[in-house]
């Protein structure tokens, strides 16, 4: 397969109007090795890398938690028809026992092998049961649980080691035990935490390096107390997600943002609920009833309960309301991201040798025109 005409989204950051060239479900570098003469003319087109989600509950009706291969499969059908070929589903604050049994459905899953036109699965972000009560936002209260070195290893277990993240308070007893002990395992990331900045800098010290959704279920930024979000930006291995949904965060706090940690260190996030890609009514999330008005989700408390906005959708927002430049956002939403879940090898770029999932937006609009996933076109 040949794209022609594109503005192609580089490894440099940058675009620029070339051809690409597939040769089964890998980018190659000259037309010879596209045996395929099948020709898109992408005129007017960007192309960007599939997209990579490292933190979402669900959509189409269904949730990861569900725990069925069922609910997998239709999150992983739906992401992919909307650009985001890459998925790493996030659990909710649950008892042990209902979270060993969502692992173990992820694993089957994935041992199962890839499915054609869906999105490739990577693993578990485990947001819960870690959490700070205080600060436990849309998660379950009677299921939170100390933070748990042994009861992490069983959920990573039954997960055959597909735990990516772990959200974790820092503040909770045994936290910092847990982060100097399993962050070579998955990635440690603050989040539902009432951390203040000595303690947030203190996990980051013990391996610590991600932010769960910057700015909610934390405390906030201040001048004489920085908290959580001060000790990210002071450490600069630190990343940290951030919801570009229009609900969430307020425009001008993106842009501060990208000032601030710049978009080496972000990683847009879409945080949806099953009821993305729905139409408005009453929905669950984690066991919780959730109603849904337009773009907005909230426990009957009024509590933001995850986003109804898929990732492709937060990035346009994040360019078309907010004054993101383009080429920041799909690095944040496609590069940072694949290179945070350990997947830039093979995703997260238009590089010979990758596995070939291409994006097409208008330009004017970034409007989707056309998902090539695996080398294939969608329909």
């Not at 580089?10 to 479900?25: C, Q, R, S």
């Not at 609910?71 to 992401?79: L, Q, S």
């Not at 999330?285 to 008005?293: A, Y």
């Amino acid at each position: 397969m040949i794209i022609r005409n594109a503005s192609v989204y580089t490894e440099d950051g940058i675009f620029l109007e070339k051809d690409i060239y597939i040769e089964g479900n890998r980018f190659v570098d000259c037309e010879e090795k596209a045996s395929d003469k099948t020709v898109t003319d992408a005129a007017g087109c960007v192309a960007v890398p599939g997209l990579t989600d490292i933190h979402f509950h669900g959509c189409m009706g269904y949730d990861f938690c569900d725990g069925t291969r069922e609910a997998i499969d239709a999150m992983a059908a739906y992401e992919a028809s909307v650009g985001v070929t890459n998925i790493v589903p996030a659990t909710m604050t649950l008892s042990e026992e209902m979270l060993l049994g969502i692992c173990s459905t992820a694993r089957a899953y994935a041992e199962e092998g890839e499915q054609e036109g869906r999105a490739h699965f990577h693993g578990i972000n485990m947001e819960g049961p870690f959490v700070s009560l205080t600060k436990k936002g849309a998660q379950n209260g009677e299921y939170i649980h100390k933070p748990d070195a042994d009861m992490f290893d069983r959920l990573n277990e039954a997960s055959g080691s597909r735990v990516k993240l772990l959200a974790i308070a820092p503040e909770e007893e045994g936290a910092m035990e847990l982060i100097e002990k399993r962050h070579d395992r998955a990635v440690m990331s603050i989040a539902h935490t009432c951390a203040d900045y000595d303690t947030a800098i203190r996990a980051f010290e013990k391996g610590a390096s991600h932010m769960t959704h910057l700015y909610n279920a934390m405390n906030p930024y201040t001048h004489r107390e920085p908290g959580p979000i001060g000790a990210a930006a002071d450490t600069r291995r630190v990343e940290v997600e951030l919801i570009c949904d229009g609900v969430h965060i307020h425009p001008a706090s993106v842009r501060t943002t990208f000032k601030i940690f710049g978009d080496g260190r972000i990683i847009l996030i879409s945080d949806s609920m099953r009821a993305t890609g729905l139409e408005d009514g009453d929905y669950t999330l984690g066991g919780q009833d959730v109603k849904v008005t337009g773009n907005r989700a909230a426990l009957h408390d009024g509590t933001i309960a995850g986003s109804v906005t898929n990732l492709l959708d937060c990035m346009r927002t994040a360019v078309l309301k907010m004054g993101i430049p383009l080429e920041s956002a799909v690095k944040c939403a496609a590069v940072n991201s694949a290179k945070s879940v350990g997947i830039y090898d093979r995703h997260g770029s238009i590089t010979p040798g990758k596995i070939a999932d291409v994006v097409l937006l208008k330009k004017d609009g970034l409007k989707l025109q056309r998902v090539i996933l695996n080398g294939k076109p969608l329909p």
